[in-house]
C-alpha cells in the first residue's frame, strides 16, 4: 500500500509527530489523569493530523482550508494543555520546550498551508 497524499504535506508530517511526541509523553501523566488531561491533550494532538487527513479527502480547496483551520484551533489547545501540564508539573520543564518547539513549527507550516488554499485560488 502507498503513501497516502497527505502524507507527503510536511504539515501533516510534522503534526503526526507531535501527536505520537505527546502520547509518549502522557505515558507518565498521573493514571488518575487518564480521562481527564492525558485524554484532552492527546485528543486535540490528534486531531491536529486528522484534520489534515480528513480535508485532503475532500473534493475542493475551500473544503481543505475549512479543516486545515480546525486543525489550526486544536493545536491551540493542545498548545495550551501544555503549558497547563507544565504548571502542575506533569511535564517537565525540557519535554515542554520541545514539545511547544515542535507544535510552534507545526502551527508556522499549517498557517502557511492555510494561507495557500485561498479560496481566491483553483
Given at each position: 500500500?502507498?503513501?497516502?497524499?497527505?502524507?507527503?504535506?510536511?504539515?501533516?508530517?510534522?503534526?503526526?509527530?507531535?501527536?505520537?511526541?505527546?502520547?509518549?509523553?502522557?505515558?507518565?501523566?498521573?493514571?488518575?489523569?487518564?480521562?481527564?488531561?492525558?485524554?484532552?491533550?492527546?485528543?486535540?494532538?490528534?486531531?491536529?493530523?486528522?484534520?489534515?487527513?480528513?480535508?485532503?479527502?475532500?473534493?475542493?480547496?475551500?473544503?481543505f482550508r475549512?479543516?486545515?483551520?480546525?486543525?489550526?484551533?486544536?493545536?491551540?489547545?493542545?498548545?495550551?494543555?501544555?503549558?497547563?501540564s507544565?504548571?502542575?508539573?506533569?511535564?517537565?520543564?525540557e519535554?515542554?520546550?520541545?514539545?511547544?518547539?515542535?507544535?510552534?513549527?507545526?502551527?508556522?507550516?499549517?498557517?502557511?498551508?492555510?494561507?495557500?488554499?485561498?479560496?481566491?485560488?483553483?
Amino acid at each position: 500500500m502507498g503513501e497516502a497524499g497527505y502524507e507527503k504535506l510536511l504539515a501533516w508530517q510534522k503534526a503526526d509527530e507531535l501527536a505520537y511526541q505527546i502520547y509518549m509523553a502522557t505515558n507518565a501523566f498521573p493514571k488518575e489523569e487518564l480521562y481527564g488531561m492525558t485524554s484532552q491533550i492527546r485528543r486535540a494532538a490528534l486531531s491536529v493530523p486528522t484534520n489534515i487527513a480528513e480535508g485532503y479527502a475532500r473534493q475542493g480547496k475551500k473544503e481543505f482550508r475549512q479543516f486545515v483551520n480546525i486543525a489550526l484551533g486544536s493545536l491551540a489547545e493542545a498548545k495550551y494543555l501544555l503549558g497547563f501540564s507544565l504548571r502542575l508539573k506533569y511535564l517537565k520543564p525540557e519535554a515542554h520546550k520541545s514539545l511547544y518547539g515542535t507544535a510552534e513549527e507545526v502551527g508556522r507550516l499549517l498557517w502557511k498551508f492555510y494561507r495557500s488554499l485561498s479560496s481566491d485560488r483553483k
